[in-house]
């Protein structure tokens, strides 16, 4: 069992989560409410990461973020060490490629609360920070907890960019999904089942757990 | 204390300028799509109209021309949006309270409680919206709405979505609340019967003009054009000529010469459009001819009778009209006592004071 695999696997999904979010909750909001007639083209954006195939967006990645690139050079100038191959690098390529399971979620969730009620915060003089916080996170948070999962368990699982952008750096981008892959090519049947299976039960609680919490929101009597 | 309206929209198309009464119930009539809401969603800040003026006794919250414009948030106003636009999410007294935030909590919790009781719906305060009946929801978004003392309280067919009875009770409480509290209050509703019983003051809508508005009362008796007396459901609109002038000035409608009140509207002889409510077409009695001579007495044979409850409407034929039909209403007993019944021939009264010209433009 590769235990710092999997330790790597969850750091990224969670570090991933924690870039991620704010940006979703923001992005979705938006897109959810705006009029602008850029808004086909900016959901198109953001969904362009499920359509393409891993390889192809790995591929882009890694020649934005490697040695070569204006932002790899930057990046190098400014903080000493490359973005490619490097969990930092992985944290990026991670970000992009979980925009849609992030943003999606939320902005149906934010799109499915009513204008009469998005008015009626603004009629009880509630602030634009007040209508946020008390009236329209909560209601949107089912779409809040689905991206979270969702951006979670699909970081866990990401291989094939990963694999572009990362190689198979012990304790630096080898991922459980790259530890998995590495353990069928060695012919460790074994090794490669456990680590699996164990994948398979961390995804699980990540989404049972999430059906947990929206059940226990949706329950009748809260304040 | 006035409450000055001035509107100009596009979509969807706005064209008023109303000066209303402040501190009364104004029921803003019209029918669906004619702009009632949109007045209220300008009013609220809602909607942002292409020019506009609205002030409250001298309280400017919009003005296009100067670019003032209070955001929603700072207009002294109780929204009653026609789904009520409760937060799902939050108990009957969340909702209340959250239009308190400017209180301490302790103090906002104690208002909410407070507001809740004073709409009837106190014991209810952990309920959310969804455990709620449609006149609960009703009365807490009221109480949601009144938390915050609003100067002017927008009721957007706040009625339409209850059963009959609750309806009755709600009416009831909206006068009280409306007694103890006094905020200008615009009603918008479709239901002229329902503005009748509530407002002290009319204003009748259509396509996104002010067809009329003025005192509940004159509005309802005395539509000034040919569009308030159609929105009003007036049956009697009749056309008829000015003849004559001073003391021999009459109205020539078919063969008859109906004698009119003075005023400016029948000063010109020639075509003039004129209405009478059928409650004001007096039935003479069978037993007791009057002879008339100051009553536009007019002989005419009923054409069909319905009784709705106690009241009966008939419809009768005007003689030497055969193609006009003036409708009367009259009391169940006044129609038993008379024999009203269709073919039979009676004499009716068109008071004079009765007869409204109309003019044939909207406002």
């Given at each position: 069992?590769?235990?710092?695999?999997?330790?790597?696997?969850?750091?990224?999904?969670?570090?991933?989560?924690?870039?991620?979010?704010?940006?979703?909750?923001?992005?979705?909001?938006?897109?959810?409410?705006?009029?602008?007639?850029?808004?086909?083209?900016?959901?198109?954006?953001?969904?362009?990461?499920?359509?393409?195939?891993?390889?192809?967006?790995?591929?882009?990645?890694?020649?934005?973020?490697?040695?070569?690139?204006?932002?790899?050079?930057?990046?190098?100038?400014?903080?000493?060490?490359?973005?490619?191959?490097?969990?930092?690098?992985?944290?990026?390529?991670?970000?992009?490629?979980?925009?849609?399971?992030?943003?999606?979620?939320?902005?149906?969730?934010?799109?499915?609360?009513?204008?009469?009620?998005?008015?009626?915060?603004?009629?009880?003089?509630?602030?634009?920070?007040?209508?946020?916080?008390?009236?329209?996170?909560?209601?949107?948070?089912?779409?809040?907890?689905?991206?979270?999962?969702?951006?979670?368990?699909?970081?866990?699982?990401?291989?094939?960019?990963?694999?572009?952008?990362?190689?198979?750096?012990?304790?630096?981008?080898?991922?459980?999904?790259?530890?998995?892959?590495?353990?069928?090519?060695?012919?460790?049947?074994?090794?490669?089942?456990?680590?699996?299976?164990?994948?398979?039960?961390?995804?699980?609680?990540?989404?049972?757990?999430?059906?947990?919490?929206?059940?226990?929101?949706?329950?009748?009597?809260?304040? | 204390?006035?409450?000055?309206?001035?509107?100009?929209?596009?979509?969807?198309?706005?064209?008023?300028?109303?000066?209303?009464?402040?501190?009364?119930?104004?029921?803003?009539?019209?029918?669906?799509?004619?702009?009632?809401?949109?007045?209220?969603?300008?009013?609220?800040?809602?909607?942002?109209?292409?020019?506009?003026?609205?002030?409250?006794?001298?309280?400017?919250?919009?003005?296009?021309?100067?670019?003032?414009?209070?955001?929603?948030?700072?207009?002294?106003?109780?929204?009653?949006?026609?789904?009520?636009?409760?937060?799902?999410?939050?108990?009957?007294?969340?909702?209340?309270?959250?239009?308190?935030?400017?209180?301490?909590?302790?103090?906002?919790?104690?208002?909410?409680?407070?507001?809740?009781?004073?709409?009837?719906?106190?014991?209810?305060?952990?309920?959310?919206?969804?455990?709620?009946?449609?006149?609960?929801?009703?009365?807490?978004?009221?109480?949601?709405?009144?938390?915050?003392?609003?100067?002017?309280?927008?009721?957007?067919?706040?009625?339409?979505?209850?059963?009959?009875?609750?309806?009755?009770?709600?009416?009831?409480?909206?006068?009280?609340?409306?007694?103890?509290?006094?905020?200008?209050?615009?009603?918008?509703?479709?239901?002229?019967?329902?503005?009748?019983?509530?407002?002290?003051?009319?204003?009748?809508?259509?396509?996104?003009?002010?067809?009329?508005?003025g005192p509940t009362h004159e509005v309802l008796t005395r539509p000034s054009t040919i569009a308030a007396a159609r929105l009003l459901d007036q049956p009697n609109l009749f056309e008829g000529t000015v003849e004559g002038t001073g003391e021999a000035r009459r109205l020539a409608w078919g063969p008859h010469r109906l004698e009119v009140p003075d005023g400016a509207a029948f000063g010109l002889e020639g075509p003039l459009a004129w209405t009478i409510l059928p409650t004001r077409v007096v039935l003479h009695r069978v037993d007791r001819p009057s002879?008339?001579?100051?009553?536009?007495?007019?002989?005419?044979?009923?054409?069909?009778?319905?009784?709705?409850?106690?009241?009966?409407?008939?419809?009768?034929?005007?003689?030497?009209?055969?193609?006009?039909?003036?409708?009367?209403?009259?009391?169940?007993?006044?129609?038993?006592?008379?024999?009203?019944?269709a073919g039979r021939e009676v004499t009716v009264s068109l008071l004079r004071e009765a007869i409204v010209p109309l003019r044939r433009e909207q406002s």
């Amino acid at each position: 069992m590769d235990w710092t695999a999997l330790r790597l696997s969850l750091a990224l999904a969670a570090v991933t989560l924690l870039v991620l979010m704010p940006f979703g909750v923001l992005a979705g909001r938006w897109l959810a409410t705006t009029r602008s007639r850029a808004r086909p083209w900016l959901e198109a954006l953001t969904a362009l990461p499920l359509v393409l195939p891993p390889t192809v967006l790995g591929y882009y990645l890694l020649v934005a973020l490697g040695g070569q690139s204006p932002l790899g050079t930057a990046f190098e100038r400014v903080f000493g060490a490359p973005l490619a191959f490097t969990f930092t690098g992985l944290v990026v390529a991670s970000v992009i490629v979980n925009v849609p399971f992030a943003v999606q979620p939320l902005q149906r969730a934010f799109a499915a609360i009513p204008p009469d009620v998005r008015e009626a915060a603004q009629c009880c003089g509630l602030s634009r920070w007040q209508s946020f916080a008390r009236i329209e996170l909560p209601l949107a948070w089912p779409g809040v907890l689905s991206a979270a999962v969702l951006t979670f368990a699909h970081t866990l699982g990401e291989f094939g960019v990963v694999l572009m952008v990362g190689g198979s750096i012990p304790g630096e981008t080898k991922t459980a999904a790259i530890a998995i892959y590495d353990r069928v090519q060695a012919l460790d049947s074994a090794g490669a089942g456990a680590m699996a299976l164990l994948l398979l039960a961390v995804s699980f609680v990540t989404v049972a757990l999430s059906y947990v919490l929206s059940e226990r929101w949706l329950r009748p009597g809260r304040k | 204390m006035s409450f000055s309206l001035r509107l100009g929209h596009d979509a969807p198309p706005l064209d008023l300028d109303v000066t209303l009464p402040a501190g009364e119930i104004v029921g803003i009539v019209g029918p669906s799509g004619s702009g009632k809401t949109s007045i209220l969603r300008c009013i609220a800040g809602l909607l942002r109209p292409v020019s506009g003026h609205v002030a409250l006794a001298g309280e400017v919250w919009l003005d296009s021309a100067r670019g003032i414009d209070r955001p929603t948030r700072e207009r002294p106003i109780g929204y009653v949006p026609q789904r009520y636009g409760l937060f799902p999410h939050l108990s009957a007294l969340g909702n209340v309270a959250c239009s308190l935030t400017h209180l301490p909590q302790e103090e906002r919790e104690q208002r909410a409680r407070a507001r809740l009781a004073q709409a009837h719906v106190a014991g209810l305060d952990d309920r959310l919206p969804r455990e709620l009946s449609g006149g609960q929801q009703q009365r807490v978004a009221m109480a949601r709405a009144l938390a915050r003392n609003p100067r002017v309280l927008l009721l957007d067919e706040p009625f339409s979505s209850v059963d009959r009875s609750t309806r009755k009770r709600l009416y009831v409480e909206l006068k009280r609340l409306h007694e103890e509290l006094k905020p200008t209050v615009l009603l918008v509703t479709h239901d002229l019967d329902e503005a009748a019983l509530l407002a002290t003051h009319l204003c009748l809508v259509q396509r996104g003009r002010v067809v009329q508005h003025g005192p509940t009362h004159e509005v309802l008796t005395r539509p000034s054009t040919i569009a308030a007396a159609r929105l009003l459901d007036q049956p009697n609109l009749f056309e008829g000529t000015v003849e004559g002038t001073g003391e021999a000035r009459r109205l020539a409608w078919g063969p008859h010469r109906l004698e009119v009140p003075d005023g400016a509207a029948f000063g010109l002889e020639g075509p003039l459009a004129w209405t009478i409510l059928p409650t004001r077409v007096v039935l003479h009695r069978v037993d007791r001819p009057s002879r008339g001579e100051h009553e536009n007495p007019v002989a005419a044979r009923v054409a069909d009778v319905v009784t709705l409850g106690d009241d009966v409407i008939a419809r009768l034929q005007p003689g030497g009209l055969p193609d006009t039909r003036l409708t009367l209403k009259v009391s169940l007993h006044v129609a038993q006592r008379n024999a009203l019944a269709a073919g039979r021939e009676v004499t009716v009264s068109l008071l004079r004071e009765a007869i409204v010209p109309l003019r044939r433009e909207q406002s």
